[in-house]
């Protein structure tokens, strides 16, 4: 954990010496995120790597949005390739995601991505287009989603 403690900290003085041009958000494990946010001290945006779909209510195991929010993240990624394969998250499960991340005030970025055998099939362009209508949910403006692409 020291390691990757270490890597915020290095991002946090590279970006305060020349800050991007461009929007940055550094998503790490949720066990990392509460000393990153720390470590990080406002230089760069810390994200979570997931959050549950459910706005409320309990979801033992699951972080929701709102907690995230609670601890000084700025945004979230959903549809991550290994939720779709290993989890059976659908597009459908990453909009609710992507909707209560922009509940919590959270910027929601929507992983999108086909795997080698659709690029191949050439299906890539239809693949990805399918995702961001199912996963992006309804009122998604470019303030609050963002769309990640995540090559096979």
């Known amino acids: 954990m020291a390691v990757q403690l270490g890597e915020i900290e290095l991002v946090a003085v590279s970006v305060k010496a020349a800050p991007p041009s461009a929007d940055f958000l550094n998503c790490l494990p949720a066990i990392l995120i509460s000393r990153s946010v720390q470590v990080a001290a406002g230089s760069n945006a810390i ?3 997931d959050c549950s779909s459910a706005i409320t209510g309990a979801s033992t195991g699951d972080i929701s ?5 609670g601890v000084g993240v700025s945004g979230v990624i959903v549809g991550h390739s290994e939720r779709r394969q290993h989890h059976d998250d659908t597009d459908a499960i990453f909009a609710f995601k992507a909707r209560a ?4 005030g959270l910027l929601a970025v929507i992983c999108i991505g086909e795997t080698q055998s659709q ?8 693949v990805c287009g399918d995702q961001v209508a199912g996963g992006a949910p309804e009122g998604a403006t470019s303030s609050d ?5 995540e090559p096979p």
């Open 47 to 49: 994200g979570g790597e």
């Open 65 to 69: 949005a709102k907690m995230l929010q």
């Open 101 to 104: 991340a922009r509940c919590a």
């Open 119 to 126: 690029q191949q099939a050439c299906k890539d362009l239809t």
């Open 145 to 149: 989603t963002a769309i990640g692409y």
